[in-house]
């Protein structure tokens, strides 16, 4: 059956205990908010999930238990990036065995790679993928901005769809435009403010972090998207647009919106805010911040 991607789909924060164990109860809560509130799948192991900072170990129990959880009542995306292929290829084929529904992959990270080792790399992965998968465009983290050709080539390979976090409205828009006569190549907004305009443009959905404390938000945000209510659009975005100013704007590290994700988690009692090494969870001060910032919202939207 063919995987059709669209609408909100969080990417899920990974709960932890303090010894760095998985969080199972605050997994449980944390996957019933989100399917509560309406999301269209879940996507685990992305930049917010701290993938690369798990053990493979840590990553397939969380798939699995994760999987378990969600049971089939949303599409499943899991993130298999990393720097080896056999990695990937072992990633993705525990994720099929979870009963997840598709992988998500950026270029491997650490040593900058050109487009041409890139398309090498998928050349060779592809073949041995035992799921769909869909392109990660995380410019920030992998040191490789994929340029509109080398996504027609890898779209050619298989490719799903993209998950475009450049943070470049006129790429994602460029995106838009040039797969238009491809609607099953489904284009997902990375960065949440511009989840509205994807949709109104033409594009499928958002991975929104602020859908992990906040998934009702996002949903009737893209709701009103996709019937072309402007004032609702506009009033949404406002609050949407207010999270950057409030709930990721606590610490001084690149780090502060996971952070501050967890910390609203931990805020609303899903669950707890540990995080893993080499970061470290908010101070008391910073996470009283982020209860202001969390009880200032819940009474403007009636969450």
């Not at 192991?45 to 840590?58: C, F, P, V």
């Not at 525990?94 to 529904?101: E, F, M, Y």
């Not at 050619?156 to 006129?170: E, F, P, Q, V, Y």
Request: net charge negative; proline share 5%.
């Amino acid at each position: 059956m063919k995987l059709n991607l669209r609408g909100i789909i969080p990417p899920m924060v990974t709960p932890l205990k303090a010894d760095g164990y998985l969080d199972e109860e605050g997994l449980k809560n944390l996957v019933e908010h989100l399917i509560s509130g309406g999301v269209h799948g879940i996507f685990l192991l992305g930049t917010n999930g701290e993938a690369t900072s798990l053990t493979h170990d840590a990553r397939k129990i969380l798939v699995s238990k994760a999987c378990k959880n969600i049971d089939n009542r949303v599409p499943v995306l899991v993130g298999i990036s990393d720097t080896v292929l056999e990695d990937c290829v072992a990633m993705c084929n525990h994720a099929k065995s979870c009963g997840a529904d598709a992988v998500v992959i950026a270029p491997p990270y650490y040593l900058p790679i050109s487009e041409d080792e890139f398309l090498d790399f998928m050349q060779a992965l592809v073949p041995q993928l035992s799921l769909p998968f869909v392109l990660y465009n995380m410019p920030s983290c992998t040191k490789l901005h994929l340029s509109v050709p080398t996504i027609r080539k890898i779209k050619n390979l298989g490719a799903i769809g993209i998950k475009d976090s450049s943070g470049d409205l006129d790429y994602l828009l460029k995106l838009i435009s040039e797969f238009k006569s491809s609607p099953d190549f489904a284009i997902i907004a990375g960065t949440e403010s511009f989840l509205s305009t994807t949709i109104l443009h033409g594009g499928h959905g958002a991975v929104a972090g602020g859908a992990n404390f906040f998934p009702k938000l996002f949903v009737e945000l893209y709701n009103a998207s996709l019937n072309g209510e402007l004032l609702k659009i506009e009033q949404l975005n406002e609050e949407v647009n207010k999270l950057y100013h409030t709930i990721y704007n606590v610490g001084s590290y690149s780090s502060k919106i996971t952070k501050g994700t967890k910390c609203a988690l931990a805020v609303l009692n899903i669950c707890e805010d540990h995080m893993a090494l080499p970061l470290k969870k908010f101070s008391d001060i910073e996470c009283q911040k982020i209860a202001t910032y969390v009880q200032s919202f819940q009474q403007t939207l009636a969450l």
